[in-house]
């Protein structure tokens, strides 16, 4: 990293630190890591919600929608999400900023939006920065290299964590070995700074639970574990594709996220469909939530629409009310 872009991070880093310090005191009444938070904004009101075990974030793709079609920036992103939908804790993806990783005066802005609305920065998912799980050597040390610049913004944006995938063609074998390589690569160099690497269930070998988790005892780092998706458990297209065809193979959900969550750093609270009674269709929020919950997880459960029944806006708020209902029920 040179010199001025590495003293540049150091020292606006404290900016954002210092802001993670102030925009909780906002946010809840306790900090996230003791697990006795009580949500202050509910619905964009002002009213307390019952205490919960879990705190509430958005995830920025619950909007993708919008920010593709640009009805919606990046930049507003963290307004939106604490004006609109009362969240304070925000999860941005990077598909929306891609070119912006290395941009300081772009960086500066969007944490400065953030500290103007009292929002927290929590993690950066990121997509598109080569396989981690490649046979081949070369592309793998590739695909880590390309993360660095995500894992710098995600340090002076105040995030604690980058989302990866671990992604790669082979057995099942192969592709694991290579994961825990690469995840381990990134995980060194991620620790320099204190930031978190997260592999989430995002289709193939990373959708079965139980590779998943032999991945993270393999690569043994405390700061890097996993982000269990509610939803996305499917192992095997039609076509042999990733995303976009029907799902002719699924692991088991509960059973997944189970084994999943020793490791997690952060949860992904997927929803598509809802009942009359705001109960999610495709999950049982009762019995997933008491998985999480038996995991002792005590940190940032992120609010992931991705429906199409109903507008954005609306899925996301069911998602909220659904957390707060069934949250506050799970003792």
Request: aromatic share 8%.
């Given at each position: 990293m040179?010199?001025?872009?590495?003293?540049?991070?150091k020292?606006l880093?404290?900016?954002?630190?210092?802001?993670?310090a102030v925009?909780?005191?906002?946010?809840f009444?306790?900090?996230?890591q003791t697990?006795m938070q009580?949500?202050?904004?509910?619905s964009?009101?002002?009213?307390?919600?019952?205490?919960?075990f879990?705190?509430?974030?958005l995830?920025?793709?619950?909007?993708?929608k919008?920010?593709?079609?640009?009805?919606?920036d990046?930049?507003?992103?963290?307004?939106?999400?604490?004006?609109?939908?009362?969240?304070s804790?925000?999860?941005?993806?990077?598909?929306?900023f891609?070119?912006?990783?290395?941009?300081?005066?772009?960086?500066?802005?969007?944490?400065k939006r953030c500290?103007?609305?009292g929002v927290k920065?929590?993690?950066?998912?990121?997509?598109?920065?080569g396989e981690?799980?490649?046979?081949?050597?070369?592309?793998?040390?590739?695909?880590?290299?390309?993360?660095y610049?995500?894992?710098?913004?995600?340090?002076?944006l105040?995030?604690i964590?980058i989302?990866?995938?671990?992604?790669?063609?082979?057995s099942a074998?192969e592709?694991?070995?290579?994961?825990?390589e690469?995840?381990?690569?990134?995980?060194e160099?991620?620790?320099k700074t204190?930031?978190n690497?997260?592999?989430?269930?995002?289709g193939?070998y990373?959708?079965?639970?139980?590779?998943?988790?032999t991945v993270?005892?393999?690569?043994?780092?405390?700061n890097v574990g996993?982000?269990?998706?509610?939803?996305?458990?499917?192992?095997?297209?039609e076509?042999g594709q990733?995303w976009?065809?029907?799902?002719?193979e699924?692991y088991d959900?509960?059973?997944?996220v189970?084994?999943?969550?020793?490791?997690a750093?952060?949860v992904s609270?997927?929803?598509?469909d809802?009942?009359?009674?705001?109960?999610?269709?495709?999950t049982?929020y009762v019995k997933?939530?008491?998985?999480?919950?038996a995991?002792g997880f005590k940190?940032?459960?992120g609010?992931?629409?991705?429906?199409?029944k109903?507008?954005?806006?609306?899925?996301?708020?069911?998602?909220k009310?659904l957390?707060?209902?069934?949250?506050a029920?799970?003792?």
């Open positions: 040179p010199s001025n872009r590495r003293h540049f991070l020292q880093g404290g900016l954002a630190a210092g802001f993670g925009s909780t005191g906002l946010s009444i306790n900090s996230p697990g009580t949500n202050v904004h509910t964009g009101t002002n009213e307390a919600a019952a205490p919960l879990f705190t509430i974030s995830a920025q793709w619950s909007l993708h919008k920010l593709f079609a640009k009805e919606l990046n930049l507003d992103f963290p307004a939106v999400a604490k004006n609109t939908y009362g969240i804790v925000v999860e941005y993806v990077n598909q929306f891609k070119d912006k990783a290395k941009d300081e005066k772009y960086l500066a802005e969007l944490l500290n103007d609305n920065n929590h993690l950066i998912m990121c997509d598109g920065e981690l799980g490649d046979l081949d050597a070369k592309k793998r040390m590739q695909a880590v290299e390309n993360h610049k995500w894992v710098d913004a995600a340090k002076y105040g995030c964590t989302r990866v995938n671990a992604f790669g063609t082979g074998e592709v694991q070995k290579a994961a825990i690469s995840l381990s690569k990134l995980g160099y991620a620790a204190g930031i690497v997260i592999v989430e269930n995002h193939g990373t959708s079965n639970g139980e590779w998943l988790a993270m005892k393999k690569v043994n780092r405390k996993t982000l269990p998706d509610f939803g996305n458990f499917c192992l095997k297209r076509g990733l976009g065809t029907p799902c002719i699924e959900k509960y059973k997944g189970g084994e999943m969550m020793p490791f750093k952060g609270a997927k929803t598509h809802f009942d009359e009674q705001g109960n999610c269709i495709e049982d997933m939530l008491k998985v999480v919950k995991a940190g940032y459960m609010i992931e629409y991705e429906g199409d109903i507008s954005e806006d609306e899925g996301i708020k069911k998602t009310a957390l707060e209902r069934v949250g029920t799970i003792k």
